[in-house]
């Protein structure tokens, strides 16, 4: 299965301020590189504005995910990243951004840490390279980010991978092609960590699934949340919170606040994934109504807002 509808790679770097007007020059450079490339539709440039921007950031739009994952993996591509190398400092940070209304949701990362030995960064960034190109040709690839060590702060390098599904990065990281590169690494690093990270509620919601087979939007995962945590917080508050355990008790608000954070986040996990069932037609809609039901389905939870808020300001 392929994507279609434009994509925009959005590439963020931190130029060497004495190197400023050498990256202006490559990039200019690179621009001419890219525009020769099959699927290229253009290409802008945001120069940094401190304190609001202090990156220089890329935004390289294309026909097609596949005209853009070919960008992203090619000699001419690494070439000039090699070039660029001296100018810059601190990390590398890449995101493929899909058309708007194919654009995938319930994504997935992996956090990889790797320990470097003294001395053998260099070698590390340039294999480094080669890993982001490999990867770049990956299924469901959404973006990566790497960043570098920091002495006294952060002892290790640490690469962030974002998917469109655990199925799309599971099989990244159980690749033939990435396992390889990993051993090409062992020469010059340490220790090597790597873990998964679901984002948002999606646990809750039982999403562990690919995003093909039909993830509920973050926006609806949120929403869902609030309309649960708001009289949950609301009644423990009125009823227990405050007359028993800060006033009767006299405990500080600091606990008392914990014990309502730790009573709701019970409560969520018990309840979230009971309601998300109830309210499938409207987190997993189907057909060409979709649109409609989304709307449906954001009227209705808007509407128990406004009741609860009613019911609490009338009633206590």
């Not at 609001?52 to 591509?77: H, K, M, N």
Request: glycine fraction near 6%; hydrophobic fraction near 45%; proline fraction near 6%.
């Amino acid at each position: 299965m392929t994507d279609s509808g434009s994509v925009t790679i959005v590439t963020q770097t931190c130029v060497r301020p004495e190197r400023a007007d050498d990256f202006g020059r490559w990039q200019a450079e690179t621009s001419a590189v890219v525009a020769r490339f099959p699927g290229f539709v253009e290409q802008q440039l945001l120069l940094p504005n401190p304190p609001l921007q202090v990156d220089w950031v890329i935004l390289q739009t294309f026909a097609r995910l596949e005209d853009a994952q070919r960008w992203l993996a090619s000699a001419e591509r690494q070439k000039r990243i090699e070039e660029a190398a001296p100018m810059l400092v601190g990390r590398d940070d890449v995101h493929i951004m899909r058309d708007r209304e194919r654009r995938r949701t319930g994504s997935v990362s992996a956090v990889i840490s790797t320990r470097v030995k003294p001395g053998r960064e260099a070698e590390y960034r340039a294999w480094e390279r080669r890993i982001a190109a490999a990867q770049s040709k990956a299924r469901g690839l959404e973006g990566y980010r790497f960043e570098p060590a920091i002495p006294w702060v952060q002892d290790d390098f640490v690469a962030f991978l974002r998917f469109d599904s655990e199925a799309n990065l599971n099989a990244w990281l159980d690749s033939p092609e990435r396992k390889k590169l990993v051993e090409e690494a062992q020469p010059f690093t340490e220790e090597f960590h790597a873990r998964i990270v679901r984002t948002g509620f999606d646990h809750w919601f039982g999403t562990s699934r690919s995003t093909e087979e039909g993830g509920p939007a973050p926006w609806k995962m949120n929403m869902i949340v609030l309309l649960l945590l708001y009289p949950i917080v609301f009644l423990f508050g009125f009823y227990v919170q405050t007359p028993w355990i800060s006033q009767a008790l006299g405990m500080p608000f600091s606990v008392a606040l914990f014990s309502g954070n730790v009573v709701s986040t019970v409560l969520l996990a018990l309840l979230v994934p009971v309601l998300a069932n109830r309210m499938g037609w409207w987190l997993r809609p189907e057909g060409a109504a979709s649109r409609w039901t989304d709307a449906a389905g954001a009227i209705l939870v808007v509407a128990l807002y406004a009741a609860m808020l009613a019911v609490f300001t009338i009633f206590f």
